[in-house]
């Protein structure tokens, strides 16, 4: 549903739109909240953070519309706005679009165009939170973001929208390249960079292919995260599908070794931590998962051999019916008092 926030003085327009969108109101596809100036509308935005758009006359008492547009790029710059204004106060609808301000409809009002222009408006404001999400899941694009983006995540916006600390139910898979160390210390650097990239390349498209999304690389290693429904079943699917896929890579020869890649597999599910983890001083953060799953995924990927899918024994009790396994037997993780039932994944 969307929340969209009507700012005008003029009382009768509050009653022409919930007239005009009583249908969409009752379906709930539209929440209108109304103010009567600049300042009601900040207090309203307070109260509300949730809303998408705001649609703003120019003239109003206290605090006018341009005012309002300055003050809400620094409440809120997600939020996108439209100015509802009279034809003849073009000068101030352009000096409103200079500000910021998304589109502009003129008074008296055609609803067919102001409906129009908030669902290309509403369009808009989803994608670039989308754009912000796929910031926070894969903190590998931080290293090519414009520098303004970055200042911006750092802002107690992004940090209240964005950024919220969370537990969330879940999957981690811990992948690693089995024996790339050997290749690393005598390869070219150029030759190992363009090496691991292309099989990390491979590795990320079968995960993303199953809604995963990557949380770090370690190394020769990536740490995966799988949310949602059936998190287990996709997070076992695509480690099959990447195991599969290295298995059929071609073999790497020249004139430092022989190299055949294979891979190792961890993966636990459960509760885990979710929030902007490092430190402040340096503004270094990584948005990231931590916790017990975390960690067991981790040694469980540590005690799998080559070609392994390893699984704990309350992960095997979910999918069993659904993936053919096998069991390994007992081993003691660290900080772990009692010993862990494992299985391996076949298929």
């Known amino acids: 549903m969307a929340k969209i926030l009507v700012v005008d003085d ?3 327009l509050e009653i022409l739109i919930k007239q005009k969108f009583r249908k969409e109101i009752r379906k709930k596809e539209y929440e209108f909240l109304f103010a009567v100036n600049g300042n009601d509308a900040l207090e309203k935005l307070l109260a509300d953070p949730e809303v998408d758009i705001v649609l703003s006359d120019i003239n109003m008492p206290e605090m006018d519309g341009l005012t309002l547009l300055n003050k809400l790029n620094e409440l809120s710059p997600l939020i996108q706005s439209v100015i509802v204004s ?4 073009m000068e101030n609808i352009r000096t ?3 500000r910021g301000a998304f589109d502009f409809v003129t008074k008296p009002i055609n609803f067919e165009d102001l409906t129009l222009t908030m ?3 509403l369009k808009h404001a989803r994608q670039l939170k989308q754009t912000l999400k796929a910031i926070k899941e894969n903190n590998i694009l ?4 414009d520098q303004n983006v970055l200042n911006f995540m750092g802002s107690r916006e992004y940090e209240s929208t964005i950024m919220d600390n969370e537990t969330i139910e879940g999957t981690v898979v811990f992948i690693d390249i089995c024996g ?6 005598s390869a070219p650097a150029d030759t190992v960079v363009k090496l691991i990239n ?6 990320v498209k079968e995960i993303m292919a199953l809604e995963g999304y990557i949380d770090k690389f370690i190394g020769d290693a990536i740490m995966a995260v799988f949310t949602g429904e059936y998190h287990l079943d996709r997070a076992i699917d695509a480690a099959l599908a990447v195991r599969n896929k290295i298995n059929g890579l071609p073999g790497l020869e020249g004139e430092f070794s022989r190299f055949n890649p294979k891979v190792t597999i961890g993966i636990k599910s459960g509760e885990m931590i979710s929030g902007n983890i490092g430190s402040v001083s340096l503004k270094r953060l990584d948005y990231t998962v931590i916790g017990d799953t975390v960690n067991t995924a981790a040694r469980l990927e540590a005690v799998a051999k080559e070609n392994q899918i390893v699984i704990s024994e309350s992960c095997y009790e979910q999918v069993k019916e659904s993936f053919q396994c096998e069991k390994i037997g007992s081993i003691q993780l660290k900080n772990k008092a009692s010993e862990l039932v494992i299985y391996e994944v076949i298929a």
């Open 142 to 145: 931080r290293m090519y973001v």
């Open 10 to 12: 003029e009382t009768d």
């Open 96 to 98: 409103a679009m200079n």
């Open 180 to 185: 790339f160390t050997s290749i690393s210390e």
């Open 86 to 89: 009279a034809y003849g106060d």
């Open 119 to 121: 669902e290309k408006t």
């Open 198 to 203: 292309s099989y990390f390349d491979e590795m």
